[in-house]
């Protein structure tokens, strides 16, 4: 994941943001096509010892999906599976979708 600025780390410390927050936010960076700033969202929430559910994943997944960004779809599959998380339906479409858009 690419590191969040030091911005980015002290506006999500200070609003002690939730794991809804997160997801939203991550969600809402996708559909402006930020995908660089959705991935330090998730960096970040990483970084900060938050464990990522399956909604945060999909967040991130559409909005590699959106970018047309297979690659990052990829890597967002062998995160999942790292940490145990199972992908749905709408991980998979989402995923052959950014892949198809390559």
């Known amino acids: 994941p690419v590191p969040a600025?030091?911005?980015l780390d002290a506006v999500?410390?200070?609003a002690n943001a939730s794991?809804?927050?997160?997801?939203?936010?991550?969600?809402?960076?996708?559909?402006?096509?930020?995908?660089?700033?959705?991935?330090a969202v998730f960096g970040w929430m990483?970084?900060?010892?938050?464990?990522?559910n399956l909604f945060h994943?999909?967040?991130?997944?559409?909005?590699?999906?959106?970018?047309a960004r297979w690659q990052l779809s990829l890597r967002i599959l062998a995160e999942m599976q790292a940490r145990g998380v199972e992908?749905?339906?709408?991980?998979m479409s989402a995923a052959m979708s950014?892949?198809?858009?390559?």
């Open 57 to 67: 994943f999909n967040a991130l997944m559409s909005c590699a999906d959106k970018c």
């Open 12 to 14: 999500l410390r200070s």
């Open 98 to 102: 950014a892949c198809g858009r390559a």
């Open 19 to 39: 794991a809804r927050t997160l997801c939203r936010l991550i969600s809402e960076l996708g559909q402006r096509r930020r995908v660089e700033k959705a991935v």
């Open 87 to 91: 992908p749905d339906t709408i991980t």
């Open 5 to 7: 600025s030091p911005q």
């Open 46 to 52: 990483l970084a900060a010892g938050r464990e990522p």
